[in-house]
């Protein structure tokens, strides 16, 4: 199993601005994902993260609005960009394992007033 | 358009009865299923998984899921189940090659 962490839990943001997330797994990595799950629906995949490489964005979502950062093979970073209230969600950052089941982090609760 | 669909949105049972949660995929060829629950408060964690084999499969918690390939259904069931067990569950598909994906999610509140 990975262990998972994430900056930040939460945070209330005013529109506009941006908010960027931080994840760190206890081992090394190829695949990072980046997940969003909205109020009361289900997760969204925002992202595929390799390092080395750029971000792989599913259909809807885009580099210039969830800029993603892979440095290194333990960390990543998702930064929501000119936020709106229709941005608020958890966004979730999560690794595979070995056998295909994917570790979540606590995810970060996002609030955009 | 290809889908993960839980039927139920919230199921209230009271303890020890029986419970038996929907999932249904539409996706063609091979695909890797799974439940994960999320408890209050908590992160995604994984009850269970099928990949090959035996389509009845047993997780953490007494919870068992049985795949019928005919009917792509992955439903998710527990003998009896106790107040600690109230939680979001979340039925996952993990197509061939590809990524993973969710289905909306099942709220179950378990009353004591």
């Known amino acids: 199993s990975a262990v998972i962490s994430q900056k930040p839990s939460r945070d209330i943001c005013q529109r506009g601005t941006s908010l960027t997330i931080q994840c760190q797994v206890d081992s090394q990595v190829t695949m990072m994902f980046w997940y969003r799950q909205q109020p009361g629906q289900s997760l969204t995949l925002i992202a595929t993260a390799n390092q080395g490489s750029e971000a792989t964005y599913e259909s809807g979502f885009v580099i210039d609005k969830f800029p993603i950062s892979r440095p290194n093979l333990t960390f990543s970073t998702l930064t929501v960009s000119n936020m709106s209230p229709e941005d608020s969600s958890i966004y979730l950052c999560s690794v595979e394992g070995d056998t295909g089941e994917l570790f979540f982090g606590e995810g970060s609760r996002l609030t955009v007033l | 358009a290809q889908s993960v669909s839980q039927h139920n949105h919230h199921v209230i049972l009271s303890e020890a009865a029986s419970l038996e949660l ?91």
């Open chain 2, 22 to 112: 929907g999932c249904n995929y539409s996706y063609g060829g091979t695909v890797n299923l799974f439940w994960y629950v999320q408890y209050p408060g908590q992160h995604l964690q994984l009850l269970l998984k099928y990949f090959s084999g035996d389509p009845l499969v047993k997780g953490i918690k007494g919870f068992e899921a049985e795949f019928i390939k005919s009917k792509f259904s992955f439903n998710l069931r527990k003998p009896s189940v106790q107040w600690s067990d109230t939680a979001e569950y979340f039925c996952a598909v993990n197509p061939y090659n590809n990524d993973m994906r969710f289905g909306a999610g099942t709220r179950l509140t378990v009353k004591p």
